[in-house]
């Protein structure tokens, strides 16, 4: 039980600190509304703890025995990002007000976890630190991915009450510009840790 304390502590931590899901968490719930954007939440709060139990399970072996796979992953996700910070900051400011533009479907944030570099990172670094040779691999992998689904909705439900809340104050055009291009660049920051990685893999 003091493991799973432990891991609970872990995974509130690294879910309610800024990256690219609460970034657009953030976004969504300010151009779209709480209601809009609740697909785009549960694919969030369900999709995390499926990918942290898949690469619990062994799924992190793949990319073992074929690094370029993840590399070309990364690669990706990061030029999606990048496009996605481009979408948030040039959205137009009546995009809050209603348009042809839509939040992340269910299934599109639960992908998402899969080009998200701060999801691998927090995926592989818990099942790292609370997974033991000598332990039961599925009851550990179990009480990570249990961590993981019970702090996602209320982490992760923080930011889009923010959003939605923000949703009011940001009645001017001038100020949604602004919130959306900060939005924007905050999104591209969150990519700065895997580019630096990229890089370093790069040079050797």
């Known amino acids: 039980m003091d493991v799973f304390f432990a891991v609970l502590f872990f995974a509130f931590s690294t879910t309610i600190t800024p990256g690219p899901n609460n970034i657009m968490m953030l976004s969504s719930g300010v151009n779209y509304g709480v209601k809009a954007s609740l697909p785009h939440f549960f694919g969030i709060c369900f999709g995390f703890p499926l990918m942290v139990l898949l690469v619990g399970l062994g799924f992190g072996v793949v990319f073992e025995r074929f690094p370029q796979l993840h590399l070309w992953i990364k690669i990706i996700g990061v030029l999606y990002l990048l496009w996605l910070a481009w979408k948030i900051g040039s959205s137009t400011p009546s995009s809050i007000e209603g348009s042809d533009a839509k939040p992340f479907s269910f299934l599109q944030a639960a992908l998402f976890q899969w080009v998200n570099g701060k999801a691998w990172i927090m995926a592989s670094g818990a099942v790292a630190a609370f997974t033991t040779v000598s332990g039961?691999?599925?009851?550990?992998?179990?009480q990570i991915t249990t961590a993981f689904l019970l702090v996602s909705f209320p982490c992760v439900g923080v930011w889009l009450t923010c959003g939605a809340l923000l949703r009011s104050v940001l009645n001017q055009?001038?100020?949604?510009r602004v919130f959306n291009w900060a939005m924007a660049l905050l999104l591209v920051v969150s990519v700065g840790p895997v580019l630096a990685e990229l890089y370093a893999q790069w040079m050797l």
């Open 136 to 142: 039961n691999a599925w009851w550990d992998v179990t």
């Open 173 to 176: 055009p001038l100020y949604q």
